[in-house]
């Protein structure tokens, strides 16, 4: 809980909700308000600096539209955590975020074979019906939720299970196996949360994520996974580099 030491100036013509702000957001920058951390209700920092209530919450409202706090139900207000910005390569969610010092964390929701649909049958290039292994998990950072990822695998690809993915990336498993991943086809999109998502994402129903589906296919040019994941859009990024031809 982070309880404001602030210094406002009542002869200044600077509006005492902005030096408020600006006092906070100085909090952050520096790093003494660290991602995460909850603020006060604003009752209590009123009372705190000696301000009015509204003013707190015009200080507040500013710093929540500029992207610096966020109020969630439950919690109340939080200084932002920052967004993750990947780069688009052949590469897992757990070791990008790992290579960060990220610290990320799995939960695994599923784990076992179902029939594949049409979808899924053919990003694998098996017939519908064909029994593959299906795994959902959430992926976290600094606490927090980023990802929902589904994954569908080739049965007897690998033999992977459930402890060995809330401690490695998958690709890290496949490589382990000996399958070595060669080229993806990606395709990154947008759209609304729905509920499941939006609760297992700590978002509301309806609010943007980001999407992503790839298939990966081995030196032989075998298809050796397909994903289907969704992100936090207010976390998560892609970060491309493009180059002139």
Do not use: F, W
């Not at 060995?164 to 690709?171: E, F, I, K, S, V």
């Not at 609010?207 to 298939?215: A, F, G, I, Q, S």
């Amino acid at each position: 809980m982070y309880r404001p030491r602030v210094m406002v100036d009542r002869s200044s013509p600077v509006p005492l909700y902005y030096q408020l702000a600006k006092q906070l957001e100085a909090a952050i920058q520096s790093g003494e308000l660290s991602p995460g951390t909850r603020l006060e209700n604003e009752l209590e920092i009123a009372e705190r600096c000696g301000l009015s209530r509204p003013t707190v919450r015009q200080a507040i409202q500013h710093l929540v539209d500029r992207g610096l706090l966020v109020r969630k139900r439950g919690v109340g207000t939080q200084v932002v955590l920052s967004e993750i910005r990947r780069p688009v390569e052949l590469t897992s969610l757990h070791d990008d975020l790992a290579a960060a010092g990220q610290d990320p964390h799995t939960e695994v929701l599923e784990l076992g074979p179902v029939d594949a649909d049409d979808k899924v049958a053919k990003e694998l290039g098996v017939p519908p019906g064909t029994t593959v292994v299906r795994m959902r998990r959430t992926r976290y950072t600094g606490g927090e939720p980023l990802a929902l990822l589904t994954n569908y695998l080739p049965a007897g690809l690998i033999t992977v299970s459930a402890a060995d993915l809330a401690a490695h990336g998958l690709y890290e498993l496949l490589r382990a196996n000996g399958v070595n991943l060669r080229i993806a086809n990606q395709s990154i999109g947008a759209r609304r949360a729905t509920a499941a998502e939006a609760r297992l994402l700590d978002e509301r129903r309806g609010d943007p994520v980001l999407t992503m589906t790839r298939t990966a296919y081995d030196d032989k040019g075998g298809a050796v996974e397909y994903g289907s994941h969704v992100y936090r859009a207010s976390r998560y990024s892609y970060a491309l580099t493009l180059v002139e031809r």
